[in-house]
């Protein structure tokens, strides 16, 4: 089944994962397959994984990341409630080398991949790879702590292939306030965007860059739809109804994603989808099912895909990597979603809305 419906994703930290190895040609483990993480190109082959949103990550400085692979405490996580402090802003000097750091591997991957994978910089990019089976990449920013006042790095980043922002991780920028880890809880839950944050969204606007909404409180997330002319997208959050954590979106904010014919990518971290909250692996697939039906009934068929979080968050325990994707296929099917919604779901839909920013 895995040839027929090919899975474009709304959000992966491969790049973090190889970033942290901290050696030289770590594109080549990509590449080769070091079989490590969640994702590398054999096994992104061997998945039917089309492609996605490659995020460029800034790790927290509070993290130390030689003894911590994972962004966030994942043991704080598993109490029956939980808010988890916001790390301290980054200054733009420290996270811009970090950045292109990420890009440089990035890149590296798709000059040594020899034509396997492509970074798509415009709308036929994405339909040139997707039908030449390249593995299609939108380079995604989270937290845009690299973009300084002036928008100067916006406009380098945006040269080398920069499509896709989101203003802030759970963390303070100088463009707004991330949502903390918090458990239960509305989102609402700060300031939203700063000035500077409001001249981002709108510079994203001109330049054809995708503003995702994921890691927003809520003031940040209307401050946005208020200004922003593009559909409004969250890569990787899931339903608030089923699971109230401040990372998860409320039924007023589906209604706004719908408006703007925007989208949702459906995350598999178990804090994000259990009722409970809690980060722990042994979580129901089934559960991945019921967040996707949710969201087809409040948004449409045509308004919800894929938002994995691999090489960023725990997976349940049946999602060992990329490769466990088919059991999520094969759930989806038994459920009873038709060949054409699966087409959506896993790839066209992604394809479409991005088709629609990103010129
Ligand atoms: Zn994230």
Not at 17 to 37: M, P, Q, S, T, V
Not at 319 to 334: A, E, G
Request: proline residues 4%.
């Amino acid at each position: 089944m895995e040839n027929i419906y090919k899975i474009f994703d709304g959000h992966n930290d491969v790049l973090f994962r190889l970033y942290l190895k901290n050696k030289k040609n770590a594109e080549l483990d990509f590449i080769n397959g070091d079989n490590e993480g969640h994702l590398d190109l054999p096994r992104i082959v061997k998945a039917g994984f089309s492609g996605g949103f490659f995020a460029i990550y800034i790790p927290s400085q509070e993290v130390n990341i030689v003894s911590s692979d994972t962004p966030i405490r994942y043991d704080d996580m598993k109490n029956d409630s939980y808010e988890l402090p916001l790390p301290k802003e980054i200054a733009t000097d420290i996270a811009l080398p970090i950045a292109l750091e990420k890009v440089a591997i990035l890149s590296a991957i798709e000059k040594k991949s020899i034509g396997k994978i492509k970074i798509c910089k415009s709308s036929k990019d994405l339909t040139d790879a997707i039908s030449n089976n390249q593995i299609a990449v939108i380079m995604h920013i989270e937290g845009a702590e690299c973009i300084d006042k002036d928008f100067n790095n916006l406009e380098l980043l945006f040269n080398l292939g920069l499509r896709s922002i989101g203003p802030v991780w759970s963390r303070p920028t100088i463009f707004g306030h991330g949502v903390p880890f918090k458990f239960p809880s509305s989102p609402d839950t700060g300031e939203g965007l700063t000035d500077i944050g409001k001249e981002l969204i709108r510079h994203c606007n001109r330049m054809g860059i995708i503003i995702d909404l994921s890691h927003l409180n809520e003031k940040g997330f209307w401050d946005t739809a208020k200004i922003s002319s593009s559909p409004l997208v969250a890569t990787h959050s899931n339903v608030h109804a089923i699971c109230p954590h401040t990372r998860n979106l409320t039924d007023k904010q589906l209604d706004a994603i719908k408006d703007t014919d925007g989208m949702v990518g459906v995350n598999f971290a178990p804090a994000f989808l259990r009722t409970d909250g809690k980060m722990l692996a042994d979580t129901e697939l089934e559960l991945i099912i019921k967040h996707f039906d949710y969201l087809i009934e409040h948004l449409g068929e045509n308004r919800v895909g894929f938002g994995s979080d691999f090489d960023g968050a725990l997976m349940p325990n049946q999602i060992k990597d990329v490769t466990d994707l088919n059991k999520i296929r094969l759930l989806m099917k038994s459920h009873g979603y038709n060949h054409e919604l699966m087409k959506k779901l896993c790839q066209d839909n992604w394809i479409k809305l991005a088709q629609k920013i990103i010129n």
